[in-house]
């Protein structure tokens, strides 16, 4: 492995290089008028993959392109299928960047850009793992696919769709996903558990056209203060969701998962001040770890009605609209949910304004088992690339693919986040930390040797 | 009078030509990038008064000019000041304006422009009385004094500021004023009390910024959902004011009032489809004139947060902001209120969010005798105008300037209302009658005659 090494150091300045490169690219998924840069960093992604002797494609979908890559299957070792996506968030608010989102800035250790570490510096570290073998062993130990998408942050509808119709071609032992975080800097850990997500937009409207707030205020329904007083009886004010119902198919934590969470050396005090809030908030009974990793939650995600411009305007408008999502645990359905909040709204709805629902993208949770062999693998490889255990945690973030990979390849994932929580992923200047970067192809690297020990009987 | 009859007739096209001249220029007073704007509306305006030899000013202030004019004084006859305003409210939103709102469009008998009846419209025709007496009689029957602004939709703070350091020279014994709605299409009205209004912006933070609703939601307070919160605790379901010892001052509709209000011709089936409601809405026990003409409101009149574009952002927002105001009646104290809201809301904020609290405009309610003989003249004078007498109303609308004529001159407004309750004051398309251009002008002609009778001792 020392020849895998020296490769690795003695490339450290270009694999930066090549990673600004990609991030230079405004792939934003979410934004029509990105579609032809969404394409070029697909083109980019498959010509690396190319680069290494790969058997490569770029599949045309209705929506962005699909990288597909695959090295030859190797006799006796299993075949492992990484997930990861070119595309990236929107970066609004851009006045709030200190420097521009698409051109990427070292500073402090870092590498700032939209998409440095949601996904494409995490992404990268599993194609430059490969290219240390390939460039010096001239092979890969084991079988790997590569399944690099576009359309992570706006649902992954061609995906799934790609992947109900190629199951054969994308059979595999295990996925492997880097797109989360390690628990701290310099304490990797293993993802077990994710959030699920049910995110809607809810529009209500009222009168014909806005009208003047002092001569018809007090006999109209107000469309601002109906959907204010919508999404507020969605949740109490611990943030507990009071949709009949909603918490029949939470499954709760168990005693070791609580008494785990609870050793982990998780700051709160710091944690309050990393974010600049005064008091933590949620769902009482719980610890903010358990909050964050294992309870649903909701949270307005955006809101804009009426007069928004400078000075004063006293108008009733005439409608008003939110996006907002639920986060769900394992074995909560993002379906049931929606059914759930429609029957609800309905209910509350303030009368003389129509609310319409608008069902956006649904992703159900996962939770893994800690005994697998690939868990065990990956665990030996991250102690060998960051020098240090990982610890086992969840997550409050969605990766709706990896349901998608257990129910249609009946595979498990390992994801393995390079990332730290202060990352500002989906945020302004989001950042990924260039040691991160150096040390998960490392592990990357000594995964493969890992996983190709277990047998694919 | 038939010479000035005759004149009016003659005059009409012109008389709207240089209505629709006005409305062409986009005084927008809350916008400080039509300052220029706004200077030129009060240079046509000054322009039009010194066009009838009335002695002319355009007054500096630390805003929007002011326009001052006015003419000899008649013996035996009492003073009138006539109080307007040639700024307009923004036109936004402007994709829903039939015709642009600066450039006056005509149909259906109506002149479409912002500003055309809230108040170049209305105001101008207090101007195009006067032109008819000096182009006929050669002079007016009594001193009229014409105190026209340009902040009326900001405040009016150098109005204020002005009238209190210049109370001889605008010494006056009745103020008129054409700044709201008949009572029907061909039902005129007088108005003898108008709402108050205490504006606020309330801004909510939250986080540093925008964090990732995943892998923070549950930990941090959403200051979107804390903003709605706080908006839905301020009224109930029926629209009740919910602030303790809200309407402590709030003084109660008579017998009389409610009976006169009751036998109006008010269609409410007919409002309900104008609006484009299915249902009205309000404080229950009072109806729905009670409700809009007599009883204190709340509306937000705008709010946004988080994420506003296409598609989906899952993210936490740091901050989220509303403009909302409310409409108050008699006795009611726009600071007392102020005092009461910034408790009220420190009381109820979420834990982990500031909420900042912006006082903007405050104005208290107004009501007037109907037993005075300018009321009476008034009367008369819509009867020869309007060809009908008028009815006695309320209006859900503030006329701040109302209460500090009174505070300040000690003197009674006429609220003499030419615009129809359709107008779409404060919206897009807004619009005024051309018939009710020329009554008003016809009707403004006679007040002169009728209130020069009133001795001034």
Chains 1, 2 share one sequence.
């Not at 490769?7 to 290089?17: G, K, T, V, W």
């Amino acid at each position: 492995m020392q020849e895998l090494d020296g490769f690795l150091e003695e490339h450290r300045d270009r694999f930066l290089q090549e990673l600004c490169e990609l991030l230079r690219i405004p792939s934003v998924s979410t934004d029509s008028r990105h579609a032809e840069d969404v394409r070029s960093a697909a083109v980019w992604v498959a010509k690396q993959l190319e680069g290494l002797s790969l058997s490569t494609k770029v599949i045309e979908t209705e929506g962005h392109p699909i990288v597909y890559a695959e090295s030859p299957p190797v006799e006796g070792a299993p075949t492992v299928l990484v997930y990861g996506h070119y595309d990236v968030q929107p970066p609004e608010p851009m006045d709030e960047w200190i420097t521009p989102p698409f051109q990427p800035d070292i500073r402090d250790g870092n590498v700032y850009a939209r998409g440095a570490t949601d996904d494409k510096g995490q992404m990268l570290t599993h194609i430059k793992s490969a290219e240390v073998w390939m460039r010096t062993k001239g092979s890969l130990p084991l079988q790997i696919k590569y399944l690099i998408e576009g359309e992570e942050e706006v649902g992954s509808a061609n995906v799934y769709k790609y992947l109900a119709e190629n199951k054969e071609q994308l059979a595999c032992d295990v996925v492997v996903i880097s797109d989360c975080s390690q628990f701290a800097p310099g304490q990797p850990a293993i993802t077990y558990g994710l959030k699920g997500i049910a995110y809607f937009e809810l529009r209500v409207t009222g009168p014909r056209q806005d009208l003047h707030s002092g001569t018809f205020g007090g006999s109209v329904t107000n469309p601002v203060n109906a959907l204010c007083r919508i999404l507020t009886a969605l949740v109490d004010g611990d943030g507990r969701i009071q949709i009949p119902d909603f918490y029949d198919d939470v499954v709760g934590l168990t005693d070791p998962e609580r008494r785990q969470f609870a050793s982990l050396p998780f700051d709160e005090r710091g944690f309050m001040e990393k974010l600049g809030v005064s008091e933590l908030f949620g769902e009482s009974g719980f610890s903010t770890l358990e909050r964050r990793w294992a309870r649903p939650t909701c949270d307005i995600n955006g809101i804009w009605g009426g007069y928004q411009g400078e000075g004063e305007k006293t108008v009733l408008p005439a409608k008003a609209t939110a996006k907002f999502s639920f986060r769900l645990v394992p074995k909560q359905d993002p379906h049931k949910v929606a059914d759930q909040l429609e029957a609800f709204i309905a209910e509350i709805c303030p009368p003389g304004v129509e609310a319409e629902l608008v069902r956006m993208h649904g992703a159900c949770g996962y939770v893994t088992s800690l005994d697998s062999p690939y868990v065990t693998a990956a665990t030996k490889a991250i102690e060998q690339g960051f020098g240090r255990s990982p610890v086992f945690i969840r997550e409050g973030g969605s990766i709706p693919i990896v349901t998608a990979f257990q129910e249609q390849l009946d595979v498990e994932s390992l994801l393995l986040g390079w990332g730290l929580d202060d990352d500002n992923t989906h945020s302004p200047n989001e950042k990924f930390c260039l040691a991160d970067f150096q040390r998960g192809i490392k592990a990357s690297t000594y995964l493969w040797r890992e996983l190709a020990k277990i047998s694919n009987d």
